[in-house]
């Protein structure tokens, strides 16, 4: 007979769970480890003695372990609470996968204190908000602010024409938090962008540029009531799209330059594996150089370069190199070259670079390069607000010959487009009631500095 040991993990009971566990796990481990001193002694006697008669069983240990299945599995639910503490945010997950025809639905529970609701509504909002500019800029009446998209929910007193039928994740949290949980489900557009966010430099402060989402829970007579952060909870979550299953063909580009003095060109031509690459995933470049003239190729230099493109408020564009591979390889004149190059864009060798688009971020989460924008077959550009593409760029210096060709030179170059995006994550199998776990959503990482960003926040709206 097998026993299984489910071991639910809490936050707040799992440091007094799991060391009486182990206390309990190390007695009879420890008994069976003085069995065990026995059985090694007959296994050693009957080796030495060549019987073959006697029967020596299964090691005691591994016997009793066997018995046992200690897996530990656990569900997260990120929560997060308003300052005031009388509501709290409960979501399954912070990334909606945008799969082009349909984004993936958000569903969750807010949790009311009924002291605090009396006989007031509850709402819960979704808001889609492109933001670029200084929060210093709102106060002299220069708003860079914009709601692209938002949907609102009444969740107390329900609408009759709103109820469906709760999800499973619904379902579980409602038997664990009681009478006072409201369900809550939204359905984003297809034409929305994707979370984005421009990475700031040293010296600014404030929200940053970018597209982000954010879901809101407040009580209040209605939706056009001003509401303060102190008796609201805000918590941001991140649209994202996954890398296509189906791609085109490997990208090539290539460009024929003619010298003067030269009766015969020099040929480039530059490849790339495949048209979609993975976050941190190297990047093979292959370079073939065909140089029939007479002059002589003294560098090679391979560059990745992420190009941003804000289409609302201005036409600001940054291209920002990200990574570079630089060679003095020679190619002599009437000679060929075929070589690969490989770079790797990730972040963390450019955390200093102002304006560097990155996955939107939420608060104490690291982030990754911003994702290829996926433009589908009729979207308005406006709407997404920022345009993020990447390109690799290889450049030859040529020098020119003659008395000045060590001291003068020129250039030749051409461009590959890619896309960089994340794998598509594997489908989770389904859980079952008992495993889930309540994470404080992004809080307490950075030892309580934006819980008192937050209560500073709330007492200037109130002053």
Not at 38 to 52: F, H, I, M, P
Not at 184 to 193: R, S
Request: proline share 5%; hydrophobic share 35%.
């Amino acid at each position: 007979m097998v026993f299984t040991l489910k071991v639910m993990i809490h936050s707040q009971l799992s440091k007094q769970i799991i060391p009486a566990i182990a206390l309990v796990l190390a007695y009879f481990t420890d008994k069976c480890i003085t069995r065990r001193g026995g059985w090694q002694e007959q296994r050693d006697k009957a080796r030495e003695e060549g019987n073959s008669e006697i029967q020596v069983r299964e090691d005691p240990i591994s016997e009793w372990f066997s018995h046992f299945d200690l897996s530990v599995s656990f569900y997260r639910v990120f929560k997060k609470s308003s300052p005031n503490g009388k509501l709290s945010l409960y979501v399954g997950k912070r990334d909606f996968v945008d799969h082009v025809d349909h984004v993936e639905p958000i569903d969750g529970i807010v949790l009311i204190d009924p002291e605090y609701l009396k006989n007031r509504k509850a709402f819960v909002t979704l808001t889609c908000a492109f933001r670029y500019g200084r929060d210093d800029m709102d106060l002299i009446g220069l708003s860079f602010r914009k709601d692209l998209y938002s949907l609102a929910a009444q969740v107390y007193p329900p609408q009759p024409e709103e109820k469906r039928a709760l999800t499973p994740l619904q379902e579980k949290l409602m038997k664990k938090l009681g009478d006072h949980a409201h369900p809550f489900y939204f359905q984003m557009a297809t034409n929305l962008p994707c979370s984005v966010s421009l990475q700031p430099g040293a010296e600014d402060s404030g929200k940053c540029c970018g597209v982000d989402f954010e879901i809101k829970g407040f009580c209040a007579e209605n939706l056009q009531e001003n509401i303060c952060k102190r008796n609201s909870v805000r918590l941001m979550i991140r649209k994202v799209q996954f890398a296509p299953e189906n791609t085109g063909l490997a990208p090539t580009s290539g460009t024929t330059r003619q010298f003067m003095m030269s009766d015969k060109p020099l040929h480039l031509e530059a490849s790339l594996d495949k048209e979609v690459y993975y976050h941190g995933e190297p990047i093979n470049v292959n370079v073939k150089i065909n140089n029939s003239t007479s002059k002589t190729v003294k560098k090679i230099k391979v560059t990745v370069e992420q190009i941003t493109d804000v289409v609302l408020f201005s036409l600001d564009k940054y291209t920002k190199v990200l990574c570079a591979e630089e060679t003095n390889d020679t190619v002599a004149a009437n000679s060929t070259l075929s070589k690969t190059f490989v770079v790797t864009p990730v972040l963390a060798n450019n955390r200093e670079k102002r304006g560097l688009a990155l996955d939107g971020k939420l608060k104490h989460e690291d982030t990754n390069l911003a994702s290829s924008t996926v433009l589908r077959p009729g979207m308005d550009k406006d709407v997404l607000g920022i345009l993020v593409s990447y390109k690799v760029k290889v450049n030859l210096v040529v020098s020119r010959g003659g008395i000045l060709g060590g001291l003068t030179s020129s250039n030749a170059g051409v461009e590959v487009p890619l896309m960089l995006m994340h794998p598509k994550l594997l489908d989770e199998g389904p859980r079952s009631e008992e495993d889930i776990v309540f994470e404080q959503f992004a809080r307490q990482k950075l030892h309580g500095e934006d819980e008192e960003e937050e209560r500073e926040e709330a007492d200037a709206e109130e002053s």
